[in-house]
């Protein structure tokens, strides 16, 4: 049986009918699931986070003959540190393990926030100062009518 997976606006009359439509034309059984849509971090975000953020980070542990071997082990050090989530018993609320979130996961937003509090805990524990996101470090450009638009690396 095919496995369709559509992002609607509802917002947007058009979206909605053709999705109604699209449904009464089904026969026998269904499960249809509705999910709130939410936007995951940007490639901008990205394109700025690993060399300004991960890669600041692993430059200086290298330099301080911290054992680590490639910018992976500082991005995992990162996760770690502000990713770390605790995994419940649904039964009883018992906390029973504890698993690190994967970045791909996290709306801009959380990525945003992530961002952040790596940049705040680099300065206070190491002195490492990473720099803002610009569109020269994210990848985009001005064009003539003065919008960003990505420009592939």
């Known amino acids: 049986m095919p496995r369709e997976s559509l ?17 009464g034309v089904l026969k026998g059984q269904w499960r249809v699931e509705l999910i709130p849509y939410r936007a995951r971090r940007s490639d901008q975000q990205n394109k700025w986070y690993h060399p300004c953020i ?4 692993f430059q200086f542990l290298r330099e301080q ?8 082990d500082a991005h995992e050090i990162l996760k770690a ?4 989530v605790d995994v419940l018993d649904p039964q009883t609320g018992q ?13 801009t937003a959380e990525f945003s926030d992530y961002c952040d509090r790596c940049r705040a ?5 190491f002195g ?12 985009e450009r001005t064009t003539k009518r003065g919008k960003l638009r990505m420009v592939e690396g």
């Open 7 to 23: 992002l609607i606006d509802f917002d947007n009359v058009t979206q909605k009918r053709s999705v109604l439509t699209r449904l």
């Open 95 to 107: 906390v029973i393990g504890k698993r690190v979130r994967s970045t791909t996961t996290l709306s």
């Open 81 to 84: 540190k502000f990713l770390t």
């Open 128 to 139: 490492i100062v990473c720099p803002d996101p610009t569109p020269e470090l994210t990848g």
């Open 121 to 125: 805990w680099m300065l206070d524990f």
């Open 65 to 72: 003959d911290y054992d680590i071997t490639h910018p992976d």
């Open 54 to 57: 991960v890669g600041a980070l």
